[in-house]
Structure formats: structure tokens, C-alpha cells
């Protein structure tokens, strides 16, 4: 499983920003995928992560920090899952990862994430 995250940059507070994360259609099909942010100097932090398999239905989860103003969503035509991040402040910044999940029922909890892609920065600025 590759998975290859984008769409990273330096917004304002208040500003929105995409990311993306490119792996296949067979991917999006098998396993949940997740999205985690890790800011300098913490530990890793589940962003939130949806799924869209036959054993879950079509399912998402967002992380309190971040619910209601990111939402996760996929493109079946560009295989791409995408984190729509809007109202962004400064302690949003950090260096964002998808991820998916291949084990387990806790994904939506963000366990069991075995297949990850690059980072990708997100800098918010006050």
C-alpha cells in the first residue's frame, strides 16, 4: 500500500487548506484511512479518519479538536482521499500524515494504522 499526501503550505488563521492522499481505488475499498498530525515537539495526534469499506459502510470520525472544521472526504475519480481543513489556527500546524488502517476495529479511534504516507507541512500563522 503507497500512500503519497500533499496539499501542505503556509495559510493564515482563519484560512482553509486541502490535502490530499493519492493511493489506489483498491485501497480506499479495503482498509479505513486515517488522518494524523504531529506538531514540533509532541506526540502524534489523530486528526480523524473515515471509511468507505463493505465491512464498515461509509463512516467518518473526527478528532474534537478539529470537529467541525475538517472534513475528510474521497474522490473516486482522482483516487484521493482529502482533509478540508477550514478555519485554521495557529496551533493547527504541524506536519500532517495519512494513514491506513489494515488491522482491527478501533480505527475510528485511530489504532491499527499500518501503511503510512510522507508528511506533509501545515503551517498556520497568527
Known amino acids: 500500500v503507497q500512500l503519497q499526501a500533499s496539499g501542505g503550505g503556509l495559510v493564515q488563521a482563519g484560512d482553509s487548506l486541502r490535502l490530499s492522499c493519492a493511493a489506489s481505488?483498491?485501497?480506499?475499498?479495503?482498509?479505513?484511512m486515517g488522518w494524523f498530525r504531529q506538531a514540533p515537539g509532541k506526540e502524534r495526534e489523530f486528526v480523524g479518519a473515515?471509511?468507505?469499506?463493505?465491512?464498515?459502510?461509509?463512516?467518518?470520525y473526527y478528532a474534537d479538536s478539529v470537529k467541525g472544521r475538517f472534513t475528510i472526504s474521497r474522490d473516486g475519480a482522482k483516487n484521493t482521499v482529502s482533509l478540508q481543513m477550514s478555519s485554521l489556527k495557529p496551533e493547527d500546524t504541524a506536519v500532517y500524515y495519512c494513514?491506513?488502517?489494515?488491522?482491527?476495529?478501533?480505527?475510528?479511534?485511530?489504532?491499527?494504522?499500518?501503511?503510512w504516507g510522507q508528511g506533509t507541512q501545515v503551517t498556520v500563522s497568527s
Open positions: 494513514a491506513a488502517a489494515t488491522g482491527g476495529s478501533s480505527w475510528y479511534k485511530g489504532q491499527g494504522y499500518d501503511y
Open positions: 481505488a483498491r485501497t480506499f475499498s479495503i482498509y479505513p
Open positions: 473515515a471509511s468507505w469499506t463493505t465491512r464498515t459502510g461509509v463512516s467518518t
